[in-house]
């Protein structure tokens, strides 16, 4: 079955550095997201993308934080400077359309921490 | 705007006996709704959705969904749990727009232990 995949599973990284989480969605997907989930909180929406641009973020999504789809099957998520409160599982998701009730599709998460 | 509270945020059974895990959702329109799970070190696998056709939905690994709008609940059951059941399971609801752009939005999550 199709799945979605992260890349790396674990990283940890100084705060003030770069960070880039990489994504292969399921191949046929046209749409794509990134969620993330603090430690002991919810999951919550960061972005989506179509189209190679944003179709909508979430407060959380700012300036530190930008999305990428540098070929026609990675989907990154780069983190700029990175900050204690950055730590979280960071899941990338695919789907096919973005109607309500369509199946969003999730990878494995990549669990960030910053120190 | 749309929220789901999941009311337990443990809920622990012996194998072989029915789960229960409740969801209450809150939202200004038909919502669509889903149950996602989450196993130790896995991604999150969807259960079952529901986008305003039958009321009773069924998923995957035995698992139903009932949707019930005068109560505003979508709790997640099964009638008989397996060691395998064992996870964190998620209700969800589709966010503003009516879930475009795929802006859900999850409860704090149902950690489930079942025990031998």
């Known amino acids: 079955e199709p799945e979605v995949t992260q890349t790396p599973s674990h990283q940890v990284t100084q705060m003030g550095q770069e960070v880039i989480l990489r994504c292969v969605p399921i191949?046929?997907?046209?749409?794509f997201y990134w969620y993330r989930q603090i430690l002991g909180q919810k999951v919550e929406f960061l972005v989506s993308?179509?189209?190679?641009?944003?179709?909508?973020k979430s407060e959380i999504f700012d300036d530190q934080f930008s999305v990428e789809r540098p070929d026609g099957s990675n989907f990154t998520l780069k983190i700029r400077s990175t900050k204690l409160e950055d730590s979280a599982m960071y899941f990338c998701a695919s789907s096919v359309e973005r109607n309500s009730g369509n199946t969003i599709y999730f990878g494995e998460g990549s669990w960030l921490t910053v120190v | 705007a749309q929220s789901v509270t999941q009311l337990d945020s443990h809920v622990s059974v012996s194998e072989g006996t029915p789960v229960l895990l409740r969801c209450n959702y809150s939202?200004?329109?038909?919502?669509?709704l889903f149950w996602y799970v989450q196993h130790p070190n896995k991604g999150l696998q969807l259960l079952l959705k529901?986008?305003?056709?039958?009321?009773l939905v069924k998923g995957i690994n035995g698992f139903e969904a009932e949707f019930k709008k005068s109560e505003t609940s979508f709790h997640l059951t099964k009638p008989s749990a397996h060691m395998s059941d064992a996870a964190e399971y998620f209700c969800?609801?589709?966010?503003?727009?009516?879930?475009?752009?795929?802006?859900?939005?999850f409860g704090k999550g149902t950690k489930l232990s079942v025990k031998p």
């Open positions: 529901y986008t305003s056709a039958a009321t």
């Open positions: 993308f179509y189209n190679n641009e944003i179709s909508e």
């Open positions: 939202s200004s329109y038909s919502p669509s």
């Open positions: 191949s046929n997907h046209l749409y």
């Open positions: 969800v609801v589709s966010g503003p727009g009516g879930g475009s752009q795929g802006n859900l939005i």
